[in-house]
């Protein structure tokens, strides 16, 4: 029995992300995971137009996107409850940069990456920044093989329904590989 | 020590979700991880533009989003695996309709929305349709006091990395709360 939620958005759980800028020469994290994507190469960042961050991805036309692990919980929500325009966040966290001069990554985040802009969607209440992967970084420590291991990465994964932050549980099938068996059944 | 990746996509795990389509009066089901969360009411889908639905989007304006969980695994990977050119794949699950007629919805999913097309966005090889959410639909044996229980929802999470769905663990702390210590801590 199907029950109707008006219009819920159900598309949840959505990876924990920080989003690092420079803006008015400072920089800024903000905890978002009203992310997307687009292409093998090409992520958005979905930022209430109310942010601080907003504007120094329109100035600089770049932006980094870290992802947090659970050990960072604590900091990572802090980012997403306090304004870069009153509180500052630069020391939060330890920042290194890659190629792009202003897209500020976090050295304590797993996996980081820093991104040039290359679209801006403008709806009512948001900015959706879209931005084409420059550079990719990560912890030797979370690769296997020299890829990203999801098991020891901890992600934080967004839940909007209960307001939180869950833990990734562990790998249960193939992709690609599991459906050839409803593929055989199918004949 | 970070290690750099060139331009990987780090932004895993990713939600599985099975994309409803009315295509040349047949109803297509496609499996798409790639996904993204625009604003409260807005999500977008990603689909290489080699696939059948594309088609099916552009002429309807509709299309439905569907959170499979773990019991769909094969279903769902099988609807990745084959395409709806040369495979019917409308009896692979139970259909029902919301509001929107071309937007069809599949029963065995715990959690579906159907959407009104209100963007597309043309990457080289992606088309990215963007929908605003019309409709949700949810088993209530997944709703605890009237909201989704993303731990009786038991979705599948992609990672391309290893090419595996993986489940989702436990809750792990409260947003816009856990990180009150930190604000404390910082003064």
Request: proline share 4%.
């Amino acid at each position: 029995m199907k029950k109707e939620l008006k219009n819920t958005n159900g598309l949840y759980p959505s990876l924990t992300t920080l989003v690092g800028t420079v803006v008015e020469g400072k920089v800024n994290f903000l905890t978002i995971a009203h992310v997307g994507i687009m292409d093998m190469k090409q992520i958005s960042v979905s930022l209430n137009k109310s942010h601080y961050s907003n504007a120094g991805i329109r100035q600089n036309k770049t932006f980094s996107v870290n992802i947090p692990c659970v050990d960072q919980v604590c900091k990572t929500d802090y980012c997403g409850l306090v304004s870069g325009k009153s509180v500052e966040k630069a020391s939060v966290f330890s920042v290194f940069y890659g190629t792009l001069k202003t897209a500020p990554m976090i050295q304590e985040c797993p996996v980081t990456m820093e991104c040039r802009l290359v679209k801006t969607i403008d709806f009512p209440s948001h900015d959706v920044f879209i931005g084409e992967i420059a550079g990719t970084y990560c912890d030797e420590a979370i690769l296997t093989d020299g890829k990203i291991d999801a098991g020891k990465l901890h992600p934080l994964l967004f839940v909007m329904h209960d307001t939180s932050y869950w833990t990734l549980g562990e790998p249960y099938a193939k992709a690609w590989d599991i459906g050839k068996r409803e593929r055989k059944h199918r004949g």
